[in-house]
């Protein structure tokens, strides 16, 4: 009964084994290996129609790049025939087909010779000028832009070796994002910023490099035969070659990833620490700004003054939140002192100094007069629900009290008088006697602390 047993379950785990090698397994799937070459040699050539093509997606790319169109950017790397030579150098160093990878590196140079000149052209004359968050997206490339390149590439060579294509190379397309930064490449060359030139065109390297890998390893998978037998150091060395420039690739984007990844914790940090530590009643943190250099975090606050021990507290605690190396600046006082201190970091204006000065000093001014305002409502409104209970406790006729400043004009615009209303509600139709009535007024008026006050019984 135990050998039954033991040979069933075995015969259960063969089966659920072979299921799934089943669901993976891509025999019937692929095309005939003679199709798989004429598809990669018919997206290797740059004449004529797939040419102008090429200038066309250039042109809708940039376009796109230019005023900032997610839209426009998809379409141009939709109809791009770029990736065609790029697929082929993969997959002719994976069937060491030395005639096809000349032919492919030939026509991926002249592409992206094109390619820049088309986009330097367009960015020259474009009356604007201008770096949209589409454009600098391309100029910071990391390790995740060699993970996308890896496994779209990986999907494209799949998809060639398929009977059926489907959809596939279109998502492709889109994923590894090859005309947007050659396009912004073309932008540093246009704007002599050889930074947007440089990381942009790095980027276009990363998808280049990492699509014609990931094409070689799938290549190999589906055990394409070799077209020319090579001697094994000859073989050695071609594949030494790769192995070198995908780590060169490599090292520089995965330096990047880590400085952003840095970033961004130390961000969230920062922000963990303003909103733990810096809370204070009354108070608001309205502004930050870290100077690296110096090591100094400088944040503006409005509202009430935060007190010293409380700011100490706070820069005891800075070590847990990483900022252990960094001084605490805190800039305070009424509104005005703080918008002040805070106008050397503004940059975003295109006035002189002397406009900067004065407009912020205007906006100042009005922020602090309806401060005021806004401060004698709301000082009302508390000294009324602090009186209540003794007005009730003195007069139990009152039922509700309430509290406003009064602007009274006449015909005469210089007769202008300013008093406080006090309203108060009785309960029932108890009046309150007229001989307590001047002792009430007088009463809500110290309390008030106004110089004129209009007493309404109601």
């Avoid at 250039?58 to 950017?73: E, K, W």
């Avoid at 070659?241 to 990833?257: D, K």
């Avoid at 002192?337 to 000065?357: A, P, V």
Wanted: a positive charge; charged letters at 20%.
């Amino acid at each position: 009964m135990k050998q039954v047993s033991i040979s069933s379950a075995m015969d259960d785990n063969k089966s659920i084994g072979f299921r799934i090698k089943k669901y993976f397994s891509m025999k019937g799937f692929l095309t005939d290996k003679s199709d798989v070459v004429k598809r990669i040699n018919d997206g290797i050539t740059f004449r004529g129609p797939y040419l102008w093509v090429l200038v066309f997606a250039i042109l809708l790319a940039s376009l796109g790049l230019n005023v900032n169109s997610t839209a426009v950017i998809i379409g141009a790397m939709l109809i791009s025939p770029i990736m065609g030579p790029i697929i082929g150098m993969g997959y002719s160093v994976g069937t060491s087909d030395f005639d096809l990878l000349k032919k492919s590196l030939m026509n991926y140079a002249v592409a992206t010779l094109i390619s820049l000149i088309t986009a330097t052209v367009y960015f020259t004359l474009t009356p604007y000028h201008g770096a949209q968050s589409e454009l600098l997206a391309r100029t910071s490339p990391t390790l995740y832009d060699v993970l996308i390149a890896l496994f779209g590439g990986a999907a494209g060579i799949v998809a060639i070796a398929s009977k059926d294509k489907g959809n596939i190379l279109p998502g492709v397309a889109i994923a590894t994002a090859l005309m947007p930064p050659l396009c912004t490449a073309g932008f540093g060359i246009a704007s002599l910023n050889l930074k947007y030139f440089l990381g942009a065109f790095f980027l276009y390297f990363i998808n280049t490099v990492f699509i014609a890998l990931a094409t070689y390893i799938g290549v190999r998978a589906m055990r394409f035969r070799h077209v020319n037998v090579l001697e094994d150091s000859n073989f050695r060395r071609v594949r030494g070659y790769l192995m070198a420039i995908v780590l060169v690739t490599m090292i520089p984007a995965a330096i990047l990833t880590v400085n952003i990844i840095r970033e961004s914790f130390f961000a969230s940090d920062l922000q963990h620490f303003i909103s733990n530590e810096m809370k204070f009643s009354g108070s608001q943190i309205v502004s930050q700004n870290i100077d690296k250099e110096e090591k100094v975090l400088t944040l503006a606050a409005v509202g009430r003054e935060i007190p010293e021990e409380r700011i100490a507290e706070a820069t005891s605690r800075m070590p847990l939140y990483g900022l252990g190396d960094y001084k605490l600046n805190i800039i305070q006082g009424n509104l005005t002192d703080s918008i002040l201190s805070l106008k050397g970091s503004i940059s975003t204006f295109n006035h002189t100094k002397d406009e900067l000065n004065a407009t912020i000093t205007h906006q100042s001014a009005e922020i602090s007069n309806l401060q005021s305002k806004l401060g004698q409502f709301t000082r009302y409104e508390t000294v009324a629900k602090q009186m209540i209970d003794e007005l009730q406790t003195l007069y139990p006729q009152v039922g509700s009290l309430s509290l406003s400043p009064t602007i009274e004009t006449g015909k005469d615009t210089n007769d202008v008088s300013s008093y406080v209303t006090a309203q108060i509600v009785l309960k029932g139709s108890t009046d309150i006697p007229k001989s307590e009535i001047p002792r009430l007024t007088e009463f809500l008026k110290k309390r008030v602390d106004a110089d004129s006050l209009v007493l309404i019984l109601r």
